[in-house]
């Protein structure tokens, strides 16, 4: 799952609490307008240098990687984290599930 940035984050709210969720655009009058031209209007931040991999899937790659190397014990925070994994959308972390780390 990807999240935006901490900055850009930081812009979505600035651009909401200024011109609502759906924006307030008035290019019609002069474009650009400036809720079209904000940082934080969701169209501008359709690229991916304005999101970033949510934590947990950063965790659960380190967790996988662990295993596999087998330099570490799990604790019940680390079998959670495998087991959530398996219940969860096999897709976005199907490398991982086919390298064999599969529940005995």
Same mark, same amino acid.
């Given at each position: 799952?990807?999240?935006?940035?901490?900055?850009?984050?930081?812009?979505? /709210?600035? @651009?909401? +609490?200024?011109?609502?969720?759906? #924006?307030?655009?008035?290019?019609?009058?002069? $474009?650009?307008?400036?809720?079209?031209?904000?940082?934080?209007?969701?169209?501008?931040?359709?690229? /991916?240098? @304005?999101? +970033?991999?949510?934590?947990?899937? #950063?965790?659960?790659?380190?967790?996988?990687? $662990?295993?596999?190397?087998?330099?570490?014990?799990?604790?019940?925070?680390?079998?959670?984290?495998?087991?959530?994994?398996?219940?969860?959308?096999?897709?976005?972390?199907?490398?991982?599930?086919?390298?064999?780390?599969?529940?005995?």
């Amino acid at each position: 799952m990807k999240v935006l940035t901490e900055q850009a984050q930081s812009d979505r /709210n600035s @651009f909401e +609490e200024l011109y609502g969720k759906r #924006g307030n655009c008035s290019c019609f009058q002069n $474009a650009p307008c400036a809720s079209c031209m904000h940082p934080g209007n969701p169209h501008n931040q359709e690229d /991916n240098e @304005f999101w +970033e991999s949510d934590n947990i899937w #950063g965790l659960l790659d380190e967790t996988f990687k $662990a295993i596999e190397n087998r330099n570490t014990c799990l604790d019940e925070w680390g079998i959670w984290i495998y087991e959530m994994s398996l219940m969860m959308d096999k897709t976005e972390h199907k490398g991982m599930v086919d390298r064999g780390l599969r529940k005995k």
